[in-house]
């Protein structure tokens, strides 16, 4: 069975998927010199694909994100993902095995992993619901993408997707609930009353309680600081310049129009005398 677009030729090389909604095939790119491999996720219910491609065209995603094709074929629509050999991370975790740092350093791996992958949170929530989190031989965490879109929800936002990646960790994080009792507890208390909307928040909680008890420096807290705020301190740093850019261009053009008289100085002269009284003795 292949597959055509414009820029790919996929062969079916094997299948891990045939559902109602659709299929799942591992695909080789025939048009590549190197006969990539690739993850084909062939939709068959056009009501699905609609609210897909919603989701993708909603955060503007399409042509950055982990999506590397997309294309309608003979009444169905493919979509193109990366593929990488699945080593599956509850497979090939040991937590009673490792130490508490290895366990620590996963968990945030598998936070970060969540925010940067470019994918809308609709299919994000399937890839952590469906198992598709793998654990590197270097402790990173990748994904795959041989998912089930029957239950795809446009409905579904950043919330749910940490809700659930908390409890992942908290899994993940079991073997060594009796070393971090007061921080497991938290994490329990936090998930169960779905506490957190955004991926920072979990990322603060877990960075600081693989810290311990470990009085954490000034410059360790401004770098938390930063990594977590970066977006909001660049946004208000972009809107001071554009404020101060302004200033500047107003006095440029003021210095043309009224010569050596700015219109700050004018503005200033005029509250110097009020009535026939003057303000300056």
């Known amino acids: 069975m292949i597959f055509e677009s414009s820029k790919m030729k996929l062969e079916v090389i094997s299948t891990k998927l045939i559902g109602e909604t659709n299929d799942c095939y591992i695909c080789k ?26 989701a993708f065209r909603r955060l503007d995603l399409v042509e ?17 993902f990366p593929y990488r050999r699945e080593r599956n991370l509850f497979d090939f975790y040991a937590g009673e095995l490792y130490s508490l740092k290895v366990c620590e350093d996963i968990c945030i791996n598998t936070i970060i992993a969540c925010m940067q992958l470019a994918l809308p949170y609709q299919l994000l929530y399937l890839l952590l619901t469906q198992n598709q989190l793998n654990l590197s031989s270097d402790n990173n965490i990748f994904m795959s993408y041989a998912i089930d879109l029957k239950d795809f929800d446009l409905n579904i936002t950043e919330k749910d997707c940490v809700v659930e990646c908390a409890r992942i960790i908290l899994v993940l994080l079991e073997a060594k609930a009796s070393q971090k009792a007061n921080s497991f507890i938290l994490l329990q208390k936090k998930s169960a009353n779905r506490s957190y909307s955004k991926f ?15 009085r954490i ?28 850019g302004i200033i500047a261009l ?5 210095r043309f129009v009224l010569g050596n008289g700015s219109w700050l100085r004018i503005i200033f002269n005029n509250f110097k005398n009020i009535g026939t009284e003057s303000l300056v003795q």
């Open 250 to 254: 107003s006095l440029i053009i003021s």
């Open 217 to 244: 420096s000034l410059f360790g807290r401004l770098k938390l600081w930063l990594s977590l705020y970066s977006n909001y301190i660049f946004g208000v740093l972009f809107w001071i310049c554009v404020i101060l």
């Open 29 to 54: 790119d025939l048009k590549s010199s190197g006969g990539s491999l690739y993850t084909v996720i062939v939709v068959k219910d056009h009501e699905c694909i609609k609210n897909v491609l919603e």
């Open 64 to 80: 950055n994100s982990a999506l590397v094709d997309s294309f309608a074929c003979e009444g169905i629509h493919v979509l193109v």
């Open 200 to 214: 920072s928040e979990l990322y603060r909680d877990i960075t600081i309680a693989a810290v311990g008890d470990k």
